[in-house]
């Protein structure tokens, strides 16, 4: 029997798709090769046949496991049909937007508290305290929107815990299913994830997934930066992008960097501590572009700058205390790089290089 008329009768016993003409002389090949360790005598063409079909198997689901995105256990959520449905600058107050109604909470900084009931707690800095009705089931979505100027924080029913940062929101069930644990980003959160090994955690961003089990992570995805960011502390992560065509592993001290819009990433070493200091208060940079710097603090406490030119060639390395004070970080910014700054309003500030 020669190739072709073998693999004839393959395709006729299987519903497996067409290999190329490459394909089947590397397969036949092995097939032959692996068969000269027997004695021919003994050796049935119907085993050969059997063999070669579940090699045909092994070859095509390893060639799909390897580029093919997971599978996946629901049909695909709408998140982005999900943002669209409630404005982000609708309210100066984070939002906890549920099916039925939306809760406003007053205060810089709060805090959701979910119990494995489905209830939440939620907790301002103002010392308020409001209780929301049990939602049980997995299929019904809160959403919580975190405008300019605030931050929040969210403890999931399972003891995941996730810092959200200003100018972001989240998507995430009532309570999580029994196969996954599955939530959407639009702006910067840093997780603290629960490990579960009969459920993966995984955070959907627009251009990337970040598939985990248990560990400490930040992700960076505004919507409009061209750059999203992963940046791992502990454990391990698996970053699938490229329209679910490509993937990476991080270890601890890496991030990786995804340019949407060329659809490729990178990945190098940097010191995870910095990129989580946000939660903290603080804000860390070493020769970082000035124009990245302000565009955080411009986030962070609501304000607008008006960068002159020649700001976007200026770096700068220091570490800033997020107080309530935007004038006093700012003079500390300018004892680390040459620039002027002329405030406009409370929410309007123009920066010039100096002269």
Known sequence: MDTSEFFKHIKKDSALPDLSDEERVALWNRIVSGNRR???????????ATGAAASICLALLLRQSLFAPPEQTAPETNYVAMLQSVPAAASQEVRLVLPDKQIAIEGKDSELDYSRE?????????GDVTKAEKLQSAEVFNQLVVPFGRRSSI??????????????????????????????????VMLDVRRDARRPFIVKTRGMDIRVMGTQ????????????RVALLNGKVCVVFAEGKESVSLSPNQMFSYDGQALTGEV????????????????PFKMQALTDVLRKLSRYYNVRFTMGEGLSRLSCSGKLHLNDNLDDVLGILK?????EVKKESDTTYIINVKP
């Open 38 to 48: 027997y004695d021919r005598r003994y050796l049935r063409w119907s085993l050969i």
């Open 118 to 126: 489905g209830e939440v707690e939620i907790r301002s800095d103002k």
């Open 155 to 188: 403890t999931f029913a399972d003891g995941t815990q996730m810092w959200v940062n200003s100018g972001s929101r989240v998507i995430y069930p009532a309570n999580f299913g029994s196969a996954v644990r599955e939530i959407f980003v639009e702006g910067e």
């Open 217 to 228: 992570f930040n992700v960076s995805a505004y919507d409009n930066e061209d750059v999203a």
């Open 268 to 283: 190098s070493s940097v010191n995870a501590e910095d990129f989580i200091a946000w939660r903290d208060g603080y804000f």
């Open 335 to 339: 004892k680390a790089a040459p620039i």
